[in-house]
């Protein structure tokens, strides 16, 4: 059975970094497309990374580009969440989803299609 389990958050001042993991286990990462995603008290869980299974494209909620990068270490079968130049909008609980089937392309951002969840790591940014 498909477990997911993240790891890394905190709490960080503004303009802080933290790398997020999540470790899966129960299959290989690369069969299904892989997505952070997160949040905040009263609001909907966004997608704000995720790497799609065809063409194994990365994609990013617009206002994450350029300061997170998401990886997978297929070997670890990990996800990673870099995230750089945090800012206190940044703060939510993050969760890891695994979507299969895929629906390919840049829907691996949309939460409703997938399937796992892990139970998330808060990340809390102090202006």
């Known amino acids: 059975q498909l477990q997911l389990v993240e790891s890394g958050g905190g709490l960080v001042e503004s303009g802080g970094s933290l790398r997020l993991s999540c470790t899966v286990s129960g299959v290989t990462v690369d069969r299904y497309a892989m997505g952070w995603f997160r949040q905040a008290p009263g609001k909907e869980r966004e997608g704000i990374s995720c790497?799609?299974?065809?063409?194994?494209?990365?994609f990013y909620e617009e206002s994450v580009k350029g300061r997170f990068t998401i990886t997978s270490e297929n070997a670890m079968n990990t996800l990673y969440l870099q995230m750089t130049n945090l800012e206190p909008e940044d703060t939510a609980l993050y969760y890891c989803g695994a979507d299969d089937p895929p629906l390919g392309g840049s829907y691996c951002l949309m939460a409703y299609d997938y399937d796992y969840w892990g139970r998330g790591t808060q990340v809390t940014v102090s202006s």
């Open positions: 790497i799609s299974r065809d063409e194994s494209r990365l």
